[in-house]
């Protein structure tokens, strides 16, 4: 079998010398007084996976980038299920890495259960997953993204878009500019990236009970919605939802099957040789599974459930407890319990999404094998949100109907935090590029699983929350996780070489150079024995 790492590293180089920005929490204000000006090169709204990504990736190239989220505080927050990866999920994460995303790096200092799924099949369909501790991984994404040259960051709400005139030669039948604040203040930009996952005009619903949110806790953005409506775009409407968590020692694990994670753990990133924690200090995952009085119990009170009686779409391959129910009666369904971090006394139960009541959802927890005394620590609920047909994107996640405006994530129909990184990097580099008056970078399907999540979305549109499978792409046999960084870090890098310098080649550290020519030397001969060694390969 393969290996998932790499005995050479990726380092990490500073293609373009910028002055450092640093926006510490104390210096931001919700009235956005915290701005150190009033134009930037690259304006990202959401500090979500896309967010983040979106902006780190449009710093380093050099962009002036402005972050604007809510609240600093849910930087990086994971806002469902505390994991990282999966099938298909972990191919994206490797390919954010490669092309030096964030992501990868977090999770490998931050997980508390890692694990190699698939591997009784061949490497091209492993799946590298992760438990996360919510915790850590948001400390450390902000410590990430408040350190980032070129990026500053601001609380601040978005109510509209500054438009101008369009440029010639672009398709669009106006041109971004910047944005408007909740308080009226103008922000101007090159470039304007929507990342604003479930947002907009977000309702959170549980049992008959409606509530504007995106997620608990935090306000929907009208104002955004409204605008993208009055530009003409074709929107639409989708559902999640997220599953009751559990207090920890209310739980009787005992009856339950354990599940090990993998020692020693594979890390994510390229970079890294091991993860931060020790194998033998990994926290475990169980299994338990529904019961027919849990069915019943749940076929009982469908009526009392708006968020299943909608006709919106819900996510196929993640459904609610109710939709497993309604669409695979009289079956026993499998739940997860996944620690939520070391310190956290919160178990998240995978597989148990659900809207009921919450004292119906009090009710049926107890008649599951381990959870018959287990306590509620914040009811399960569904959120409904609109989202742009991403056919009225380019491959570049740019929009066709208003120049310079990217959007990325869940904005774009897709579901999951991966999905929505491998957009928000895209979205970052392009933006970015798109200032600098240079051409866009474009994976395609034949060079990563970014490549066909972007292609299926941007030609096929969606009207379900989109998921990546390995199933999907056709060159999987060759597109495999422990590849990734010679499939995009070269390519990327001699992208940036040859567009910011002009001329052909590497921009990379010896290092790298060295494990490349490596590579060019081993493989050369097996492909083509008597070729001339010193033709570049390709």
């Not at 204000?29 to 990504?53: K, M, N, Q, W």
């Not at 508390?112 to 996360?132: E, M, S, T």
């Amino acid at each position: 079998m393969l290996s998932l790492g790499r005995s050479a590293r990726r380092v990490t180089a500073t293609l373009v010398p910028q002055t450092w920005l640093r926006s510490a929490r104390n210096g931001a204000a919700s009235t956005a007084a915290g701005l150190s000006a009033s134009r930037y090169d690259v304006i990202v709204i959401g500090g979500g996976h896309a967010g983040t990504e979106a902006a780190a990736a449009a710093a380093r190239l050099g962009a002036q980038t402005l972050l604007l989220t809510q609240k600093i505080d849910t930087i990086g927050q994971m806002s469902c299920n505390p994991s990282f990866g999966g099938i298909g999920k972990g191919h994206l994460v490797r390919e954010v890495d490669a092309l030096d995303g964030l992501c990868a790096r977090i999770c490998d200092q931050s997980g508390v259960h890692y694990k190699v799924l698939n591997k009784r099949k061949g490497p091209a369909v492993w799946g590298l997953r992760a438990q996360i501790d919510r915790k850590l991984y948001k400390e450390n994404m902000q410590k990430e993204i408040l350190q980032t040259p070129c990026l500053t960051v601001c609380e601040a709400s978005v109510e509209d878009l500054l438009l101008t005139e369009p440029e010639a030669g672009h398709p669009g039948k106006c041109c971004v500019s910047g944005v408007i604040l909740g308080d009226g203040r103008r922000v101007h930009a090159g470039s304007v990236i929507l990342t604003t996952g479930t947002f907009l005009r977000g309702m959170i619903l549980i049992g008959l009970e409606m509530h504007p949110a995106g997620r608990m806790g935090d306000q929907s953005s009208i104002g955004l919605a409204q605008t993208l409506e009055k530009l003409g775009f074709t929107m639409g409407r989708l559902k999640t939802g997220t599953p009751p968590r559990l207090l920890k020692n209310s739980i009787d694990f005992s009856v339950m099957a354990k599940q090990l994670p993998d020692n020693p753990p594979v890390p994510f990133s390229f970079l890294n040789e091991a993860v931060w924690i020790k194998p033998e200090h990994q926290l475990l995952c169980y299994q338990t599974h529904t019961n027919p009085t849990v069915e019943q119990l749940i076929r009982d009170n469908l009526h009392l459930n708006n968020h299943i009686r909608e006709t919106t779409r819900g996510p196929r391959y993640c459904p609610s407890l109710e939709s497993k129910v309604l669409r695979f009666p009289n079956r026993v369904h499998q739940l997860w319990l996944e620690p939520e971090g070391l310190d956290s006394s919160v178990i998240y139960p995978q597989g148990m999404s659900m809207t009921l009541p919450s004292e119906i959802q009090e009710k049926l927890i107890t008649h599951i094998r381990g959870l018959e005394k287990a306590k509620i620590v914040q009811p399960g609920y569904g959120v409904q949100y609109d989202f742009l047909d991403p056919r009225q994107l380019t491959a570049s996640l740019e929009s066709r109907l208003v120049q310079r405006l990217f959007f990325a994530g869940q904005i774009n129909g897709t579901t999951g935090y991966e999905e929505a990184a491998a957009q928000g990097i895209i979205a970052g580099i392009n933006a970015g590029l798109r200032v600098k008056g240079k051409p866009p970078f474009i994976v395609s399907r034949t060079e990563g699983y970014i490549g066909v999540l972007i292609d299926d979305l941007t030609t096929l549109g969606t009207t379900e929350p989109y998921r990546m499978f390995t199933s999907r792409v056709e060159f999987r046999m060759s597109l495999r996780p422990d590849n990734a960084d010679s499939r995009l870090t070269f390519r990327g890098s001699r992208f940036v070489q040859h567009i910011f310098f002009g001329t052909e080649g590497f921009c990379l550290p010896p290092l790298l150079i060295s494990h490349f020519l490596y590579w060019k030397a081993t493989l050369k001969p097996a492909v083509c024995p008597k070729s001339d060694m010193t033709e570049p390969l390709g």
